[in-house]
């Protein structure tokens, strides 16, 4: 079945099947003492820097709470944009693992800026209130927009001034990358994050996530609260050699490349008709629209995808590295029809 819901919904790219498969030889050390995991961790530091601690995990959820517990105690607070995914598709598990209260700021576009933050900024040192600590960004972000990186440097430097930490999801940082012809060390290092989320699953990976620290002041205690999260896999090997593949030959920017592409074609299609009308700007693979419900409906019947505000008829549309043109042309000819 293909579909427009999720690039979650994508397979797994032949070049990370192979890894895959290369790894499933023999007997390995577990816990990450293996060939493949020291070999992933090498071509991580290559991409980011050579100071970052990198630790895999299960998954996104699993790689968001072990960031937060990194930079914060229970008595803080964690701001976000109320799109957040750690606010609206976590199910509470950051709260629950953190212990800190979730500030969700309104925004327009899914982005945060200092002077959104601003009005919250208060209480400190009061022992009655929670103590702002961690400022959660994703990129690209759940409504598809995507920071620049004088953006990014303005919310950090605005975040450290405040003595606040800045994790960053980045379950589609690679699509961001692609967006704006940039590295993925410009994205993030070079813009003072402190803790990255890096995944994959959406952009070719089958599974498994990599929790990126930067910041020095919170190495030391990561690989406890990787454990104590019960993120710490014994076939660890199956996880890393992913990344190696992933990162290899630039396969990240190759997919995430091809997903961007594939959502401007179905965005310059659709835009056309003049039942359809986008919420957000289409600067990812993620398009977000409305048309009338007896049209959703009926599309519905032969494409699945999600609604994301069902009493204003918008919906999400994503795309995916594996996404072809006639994904795409068969999708607008139904359409059109």
Not at 143 to 149: A, D, F, K, S, V
């Amino acid at each position: 079945m293909r579909s427009f819901a999720s690039d979650n919904n994508s397979g797994v790219h032949p070049l990370v099947m192979d890894a895959l498969n290369r790894a499933n030889m023999d007997h390995a050390l577990g816990y990450g003492d293996d060939k493949w995991t020291e070999e992933a961790v090498c071509k991580i530091k290559e991409v980011f820097t050579s100071d970052c601690e990198p630790l895999f995990v299960f998954n996104g959820t699993g790689s968001n709470v072990v960031a937060l517990q990194l930079m914060t105690r229970p008595y803080h607070s964690i701001f976000c944009a109320e799109t957040a995914h750690i606010y609206v598709d976590e199910c509470g598990s950051p709260v629950k693992m953190t212990g800190c209260q979730i500030r969700p700021i309104v925004t327009v576009d899914g982005k945060l800026t200092p002077e959104l933050m601003q009005p919250y900024l208060h209480g400190f040192g009061d022992q009655h209130h929670s103590q702002p600590k961690a400022l959660y960004i994703s990129q690209c972000t759940e409504l598809g927009t995507i920071y620049t990186p004088e953006e990014l440097k303005r919310l950090t430097d605005f975040a450290h001034l405040n003595g606040m930490y800045v994790h960053m999801d980045g379950a589609r940082i690679a699509n961001a990358c692609a967006a704006l012809n940039l590295s993925l060390r410009e994205l993030t290092v070079d813009c003072g994050v402190d803790v990255l989320s890096f995944g994959g699953t959406k952009n070719g990976l089958m599974m498994g996530e990599c929790v990126i620290v930067f910041n020095k002041d919170l190495q030391r205690e990561a690989r406890f609260i990787r454990k104590q999260s019960a993120q710490l896999a014994s076939k660890m090997r199956y996880l890393s050699c992913q990344f190696t593949a992933y990162l290899t030959d630039d396969l990240w920017l190759r997919n995430a490349t091809h997903a961007n592409a594939m959502a401007a074609k179905l965005y310059q299609e659709l835009k056309k008709c003049p039942d359809v009308i986008f919420t957000q700007k289409v600067e990812s693979n993620q398009l977000f629209l409305t048309m009338p419900r007896p049209l959703i409906d009926r599309m519905l019947q032969y494409y699945f995808f999600y609604f994301w505000n069902e009493e204003k008829n918008e919906i999400r549309l994503v795309t995916s590295f594996d996404t072809t043109d006639e994904d795409v042309a068969e999708f607008i000819r139904l359409f059109k029809r």
